[in-house]
């Protein structure tokens, strides 16, 4: 499984616009890559997928470039509820490589966002 | 249409005892996952069962973890002989069966277990 490498932790006021980036130089051709949301004592949660250039639904952006090596998460205007660890996940969702189809957490982002 | 259950929602084992972890995957799913997370760490994968079968141990230590997904019922993870060093979070996804020609299955987690060992 292609190893990810993200920053530990980002800061952001309410309302900005903040962008996680996520270096995954050894992703494979059948890779996708996603991202999971999680609270504190809480399990992840889906926020969004992708395989390659913009990908976009009504939580977040997800950027890719063409050579699909690393990705950013955007999140519009985050609030105080957005305070969490994003994960950013890359991996064969359909099990093609292994025949399994488990996801490979990293430690993750912790972001903060501050009144 | 319920979440992915997982029950307790914490456990106190003191050592030597034996853990067991249930999990319901939502309504028409029939992969299931464990993963462990230790304090201020990412989600470890431990086992990828499917109905009646075990399709991935491969995060599994080799002693004390059981994994099992029968026909009928939950998913148990069961850990014989706990040690402190098993205190962590337990989580369990479910996603839907693999199908041909989709491109992507998201895993759907529950609010995991958490336990500590005295």
């Known amino acids: 499984l292609a190893k990810t490498t993200q920053p530990i932790s980002m800061d952001s006021y309410e309302g900005q616009e903040v962008n996680i980036t996520c270096s995954h130089n050894?992703?494979?051709?059948?890779?996708?890559i996603t991202w999971y949301q999680q609270f504190p004592s809480q399990g992840p949660r889906f926020i969004i997928q992708?395989?390659?250039t913009k990908v976009t639904n009504e939580v977040a952006s997800l950027f890719i470039p063409a050579d699909r090596k690393s990705s950013t998460l955007s999140l519009p205007r985050v609030s105080l509820s957005d305070t969490a660890v994003y994960y950013c996940?890359?991996?064969?969702?359909?099990?093609?490589?292994?025949?399994?189809?488990?996801?490979?957490f990293g430690t993750g982002t912790r972001l903060t966002v501050i009144p | 249409n319920a979440g992915v259950m997982q029950n307790p929602r914490h456990l106190v084992r003191r050592r030597g005892q034996e853990a067991r972890l249930r999990c319901s995957p939502m309504?028409?799913?029939?992969?299931v996952y464990w993963y462990r997370q230790l304090p201020e760490e990412g989600l470890k994968f431990m086992v990828y069962?499917?109905?009646?079968?075990?399709?991935?141990e491969s995060g599994m230590p080799k002693e004390r973890f059981s994994a099992e997904f029968p026909k009928e019922g939950p998913s148990i993870l069961r850990i014989q002989q706990v040690v402190r060093g098993d205190s962590a979070a337990y989580f369990c996804?479910?996603?839907?069966?693999?199908?041909?020609?989709?491109?992507?299955?998201?895993?759907?987690f529950g609010p995991g277990t958490r336990l500590l060992v005295l």
């Open positions: 050894n992703i494979a051709t059948n890779d996708y």
């Open positions: 996804a479910s996603s839907p069966r693999l199908r041909q020609g989709v491109e992507k299955e998201t895993q759907y």
């Open positions: 996940l890359v991996g064969d969702p359909r099990g093609l490589q292994t025949g399994a189809n488990n996801l490979f």
């Open positions: 992708g395989y390659k």
């Open positions: 309504k028409g799913h029939s992969h």
């Open positions: 069962l499917q109905k009646e079968n075990i399709i991935d």
